[in-house]
């Protein structure tokens, strides 16, 4: 338990609120070790028959990992220690994906990263109008990891290219389209339908009161605008490698000055990154099973945390804040496409208990 997460029980639903909104609830170790232990003691216990997971402040539901201190243990040297925190991270994310009892998630603003590793595995996804969604990997050197491949190897393929590789911020209509919440709310609305929530964990159907809640409350969220750029950049997105596809949408930019935001932001990431994150995706789409993806996702972890970029584009987005990162190697052609190949084919169990 610490203070930067509240576990408790009401009524019959356990409730994980995220605690620290000066960091817009960014996950540490602790954090994590803490939710692992919470579901793992309410696995079993009868009187919780379902989980909500809530995030406080204003800001947002949660911005992702707590990548400046896994940054530091890499600096020192402390590479296992570093290793050991995705390790942890990604076990948590399967006990939430594969949790025997309901799962509710209940976002608002920023969902970013590990934010979607929480909110994205849950059985049933409220967000409020407000959300924004976004896996911005690629801006510091690593990659679209938490599982969410297992999630998007359902969404069409240019949409979830397009999201992972560009890591733009999208709204709840694209994060809809995407599959990764499932109701919209109005923002005013988030007390009463958390309120609504605690009454249906009491009801004999669980899952049949929070359908109907979502029914109830769930708001059309208007145009998904990333993937009306998805559709008409299909064929891009459906190049080979990573290369190609940020060369063809670059190519497509001179003439459609709307695409200019898309292609500044893919020529300002790492080349590794995205190499890595188009082919744990395309590894995905063959193999979804959510062990499969988070065992995939350690191997990688591990060897991009271990590669320059990470360290770099850590410093350039998240410590001088300056987005400057130098990039290692600053072009496609040499990257180590081998070297991500063999980690995503070699790839162990991950650790389940």
């Known amino acids: 338990m610490t203070e930067q997460i509240q576990i408790g029980v009401e009524g019959q639903l356990g409730v994980v609120t995220l605690n620290r909104p000066e960091a817009i609830n960014a996950l540490n170790l602790a954090m994590i070790q803490a939710i692992t232990a919470a579901l793992t003691q309410w696995r079993d216990k009868p009187g919780v028959r379902a989980v909500l997971f809530e995030g406080r402040g204003p800001r947002g539901f949660c911005a992702g990992g707590d990548v400046r201190a896994v940054r530091t243990l890499v600096l020192e040297g402390r590479q296992a220690e570093a290793e050991a925190f995705f390790a942890a991270e990604y076990g948590m994310n399967y006990l939430i994906a594969t949790y025997p009892k309901p799962v509710i998630a209940l976002a608002h603003g920023v969902v970013m990263g590990g934010g979607i590793g929480i909110a994205g595995h849950a059985d049933f996804r409220f967000c409020s109008m407000d959300a924004r969604y976004a896996m911005p990997e690629a801006a510091i050197g690593f ?12 969404a069409p393929l240019e949409r979830a290219l397009l999201f992972l590789m560009s890591g733009v911020i999208v709204g709840t209509a694209d994060a809809l389209g ?4 499932d109701c ?3 923002p005013e609305r988030l007390a009463e339908v958390r309120a609504s929530l605690l009454i249906a964990a009491t009801a004999g159907d669980i899952d049949t009161a929070v359908v109907g809640l979502m029914q109830s409350e769930g708001l059309e969220p208007g145009e998904a605008e990333l993937a009306g750029y998805a559709e008409s950049l299909a064929g891009a997105l459906k190049l080979p490698t990573a290369g190609e596809i940020v060369a063809a949408i670059t190519e497509a930019a001179r003439e459609r000055p709307e695409l200019q935001a898309i292609a500044t932001a893919l020529a300002a990431r790492s ?10 995706h395309r590894a995905a789409r063959v193999d979804p099973d959510i062990a499969n993806v988070l065992a995939r996702d350690v191997k990688l972890a591990n060897l991009l945390i271990a590669q320059p970029d990470f360290a770099e584009g850590v410093r350039a987005v998240l410590v001088d804040k300056n987005r400057s990162a130098h990039w290692q190697p600053a072009n496609f052609v040499d990257v180590a496409h081998e070297t991500i190949e063999k980690a995503l084919s070699e790839a162990p169990p991950i650790i389940t208990s």
Request: proline share 3%; net charge neutral.
């Open 184 to 186: 919209v709310v109005a």
């Open 271 to 280: 080349p590794t990154s995205l190499a890595a994150i188009h082919a744990a």
């Open 178 to 181: 995407l599959g990764l919440v």
């Open 143 to 154: 990659f679209s990891d938490v599982g969410v491949n297992a999630i998007l190897a359902r």
